[in-house]
């Protein structure tokens, strides 16, 4: 089923009326991914892959992004999540793993609404499958500081961010 972003935004697990084929953010990873591989593995059930769209051309991809479980050893949790999330000795997870934007609608905060469904799905299915942190992998300093600004909180040493799963229920709808 959708879920609404806005008035005319829509959000949907990616289907064969998704035209991928024009989509182009100007990453080329990312790009291809969504052409090449991200049929596949929604197929596969190995990624959950959402488009943003808008309902007069539901068939255009503005943005997607994609989700999958992951664990993450306790020692990678920065101290100051590590009250946050299980003692255990690898913490179950929930990762962004890819969040792209069209070139010719970036700039319209779009970025922002494909993050927010995001954290709102990973929180809405943290429960039923166990989940205590959202993690991205950033591909560059812009997009650390992307997920920065929206409460993720950086592994030393790298471009991975984790927010724990209390907080992403608390950025919902900010």
């Known amino acids: 089923m959708a879920k609404q972003a806005s008035a005319d935004l829509r959000i949907d697990l990616l289907a064969e009326r998704h035209d991928r084929r024009r989509f182009s953010c100007g990453v080329e990873s990312l790009d291809r991914y969504l052409k090449t591989q991200a049929g596949q593995d929604v197929r596969r059930r ?30 990678e949790v920065p101290q100051a999540a590590r009250k ?17 934007v069209a070139k010719d609608h970036q700039g319209q905060r779009l970025g922002a609404v494909l993050l927010a469904d995001a954290l709102q ?16 992998d950033a591909l560059d300093e812009a997009a650390a500081g992307f997920y920065a600004a929206h409460g993720f909180i950086r592994l030393p040493d790298s471009r991975r961010l984790i927010l724990p799963m209390v907080r992403a229920g608390g950025a919902i709808g900010k």
């Open 46 to 75: 190995a990624n959950a892959v959402f488009v943003l769209t808008v309902a007069v051309k539901p068939e255009r991809v503005l943005g997607y992004y994609a989700l999958c479980a992951m664990t993450v050893s306790q020692g």
């Open 84 to 100: 946050l999330i299980p003692r255990y000795p690898l913490v179950s997870a929930t990762l962004i793993g890819r969040l792209a």
């Open 121 to 136: 799905r990973a929180f809405a299915s943290a429960g039923t499958v166990g989940s205590s942190m959202v993690v991205v």
